[in-house]
């Protein structure tokens, strides 16, 4: 059993370990899976949810045992698991298991975000244990999860709650990465002495002081999501928000360069951790690592992982 | 088989036929079912998580044989059935199923909310059907669910999407019933012309052009979540979205009451659904209905479901 301790600090100690603040996002689509393993699935289970679901978990397995050693964290979104029901979401689990058995920290890409008991439900699911009877059990066993901020702290306490118990933590969306992320999160807020600040800083506010409950050794277990095809708004979200761990998707299949991410991290060197999903997990489809093919796609993302690694200390070297 | 129609015209329909512009919400938890439901599903299954999610189960179908004659619709609340893991996940869709075919139209409390191919993952898994080989599949089958708005319109789009191919709905979150969900939604944002606005204004002004997209015959399949408990809030919204219906939650053991309500409604008497969730599925919990005891539970939340009919009709009525 993984010794119970602050999350963040076991985060930050692999990320230490293996010089690389990387998460590698475990979104599975079909179309990512090569045929000769949708073919060995759908042969086993038929060509329905169940097939579909090992095709995904033979996939993701191939991947882990390729890349575990070089990583902190994965990543695996759970939407990509829920389009295949029940079956789905057992491989989602299954995933999360054997990512814990590999060492991994296991973020659960999960945007939850309801009130009171209901959110509580959510941290419970996935960070926590449920009581029945006398006893406790884990339905999903993440350890850190991402959270939606829209209902406000009643929506987010319950899994601070949570985290404490569990020693856990979580990443609140404050800036996503997405082209439309504006819509909203950069309304001009007007704010009492006059002045205007856009909604996403105050969201990031909110963080810090969220963060202040539930510290490890330097940093918060509650972090924050901001994406990296936004550098300018991470370097305040930075100042905002000195004790959270920014967790950065949109790096490389999204738009997001190395040089893009340095205003992301402290000058300690840490503070955030750097998500590309599609451009490791489908790395053999790209013209860069075509040289492997399919039936060796894991090794691929071995090789992605590593020139990801590369580009990320080099521009941290070079700031 | 369901006759594919705009899921909204359907939801006006039977809410016309019942007489009811209600939706209970079947958001189980432990301590609401009866010790000798407990009993039974520990009996067969252990009291571990598979015995927990048939008590849930064996708990929401004696509800459902018990009213689902007098309402349009349910609401079941995903976080209550995810907490039980991958077995929860099961009963969840088994409620679904049972639902409809009990003639009930089903809105997935599901808060999703995620970007691009996710969103549409997400939407998919729900509402839709996911390709695999030749043939589609459905994972869950709800007929409305509810979506997150922070992420913007690449986030909303993909939901709306998959409404339009399989003729369902969506209820995106505008003001939610929590008391802290000013923190964020009714922050004052500056106005080019030098005015200012609600965050949930504007929010509201998305969902009734998200909506246009979208139309059933007199009220779009993109709907709003308003809560009860925020009725002048509630007004102006019913005039910012004239064609969304709104979805309410926060009546009855939140603190609303029906003549909270009256403004959330059109002149026509239709445009909102009124959700009542541990009122109703606790009924036999609570002093008024307490006689019936733990044993004719569902006879107590058929008791209540007919008390808040009459509340509402009244307070509409008086207006």
Redesign the interface.
Known sequence: MRKETRMINELISKIKKTGAPIVVGL?P??KYIPEHLQKKA?EQYG???K??AEAVWLFNKEIIDNIYDLIPAVKP?I??Y?????E???VF?RTVSYCKEKGLIVIGDV?????????E??A???LGK??????S????EEDFVTV????????VNPFIKVCKEEHKGIFV?VK??????????D????MEDGS?RP?YE??GE?VAKWGEECMGDSYSNVGAVVGATYPEQGKILRRIMPKAFILVPGYGAQGGKGADLVHFFNADGLGAIVNSSRGIIAAYQQKEYAEYGAERFAEASRAAVLAMKEDIAGALGSR
Chains 1, 2 share one sequence.
């Open positions: 979104d689509m079909l759908f060509e329905n949810l097939g579909a979104q939407a990509m829920e389009q295949f029901g029940i789905g979401l057992a689990q945007k939850r975000g309801d009130i009171g008991s209901t959110s439900a959510y419970i699911g996935h449920v009581q029945i009877g006398s006893q059990f884990r339905g999903f939606n901020p829209y209902l406000g702290s009643d929506g969306l996503t990465s997405n082209p439309s992320s504006g819509e909203f999160q309304r001009m807020l007007q205007s909604l105050i969201v909110h």
